[in-house]
């Protein structure tokens, strides 16, 4: 079966723009996971939404948003660029039945290479 | 909260062993752990669930000591292939699964 698919790769911003980045998870997968991965820091917990509702969120600013459709696939918005910023987001699906579940095997996509300059 | 690993980094020769530690100051559901080889995504390796529960995976495996929050990935006659940087990840009763800094594991021939 496909995999979790991240759109796109690469991204090049400029500080102050905006971007939204796309995660299409594995089919029947419905909680999706985010994390911000920066040299020396590991992956960093952003969010995760099930079934549309956000479950679950890490320490970013209000500036980090996501959201998640009917169909699964979830989406990523970062407002107002800064230099740090720039990292690869990564995205995770698992098949988390439940609102009340501990998570299973997450999947990871590619990830999206993001450089603000 | 983040956990923590140790060590940062660890350099083998094939067929040597390594351990890699993990551990949280609050109370854990279960531990996760994944290996990412340079360029890759993240890939599972095994969940550890509350019970002190032990897992394997080929030649790595994992314990798990719920009382003191601590996870360790045992890595035994190290192959080439074990090249990667390890992470785990720790999950808590809000569901929320955390990762550390990561482990740098080079096995050389």
């Known amino acids: 079966k496909a995999g979790v698919t991240q759109t796109p790769r690469y991204l090049i911003k400029t500080r102050g723009q905006q971007v939204t980045l796309s995660c299409s998870p594995i089919?029947?997968?419905?909680?999706v996971s985010w994390y911000q991965q920066t040299p020396g820091q590991g992956l960093q917990f952003l969010f995760e939404?099930?079934?549309?509702?956000?479950?679950n969120k890490g320490n970013f600013p209000g500036r980090f948003s996501g959201r998640q459709f009917s169909n699964s696939r979830s989406e990523m918005n970062v407002s107002t660029l800064e230099l740090g910023d720039s990292a690869l987001y990564l995205c995770?699906?698992?098949?988390?039945?439940?609102?009340?579940?501990?998570?299973?095997?997450?999947?990871f996509g590619q990830g999206t290479r993001l450089t603000v300059v | 909260q983040q956990p923590v690993q140790s060590p940062q980094a660890v350099i083998l020769r094939e067929g040597e062993d390594a351990v890699i530690n993990c551990s949280s100051s609050k109370a854990l559901y279960s531990v996760h752990w994944y290996r990412q080889k340079h360029g890759e995504a993240p890939v599972f390796l095994m969940i550890?669930?509350?019970?002190?529960e032990q897992k394997g995976h080929d030649k790595i495996s994992a314990s798990f000591n719920e009382k003191k929050q601590q996870s360790s990935l045992y890595l035994t006659a190290s192959q080439l292939s074990y090249s990667g940087t390890y992470f785990c990840?720790?999950?808590?009763?809000?569901?929320?699964?955390?990762f550390g800094a990561g482990t740098t594991v080079t096995v050389r021939a």
């Open positions: 939404y099930f079934s549309e509702t956000q479950r």
């Open positions: 990840g720790t999950e808590r009763d809000d569901y929320k699964l955390s």
């Open positions: 995770a699906s698992s098949l988390v039945v439940g609102w009340g579940q501990t998570n299973t095997e997450a999947f």
């Open positions: 550890l669930l509350k019970g002190g």
């Open positions: 089919s029947g997968h419905r909680s």
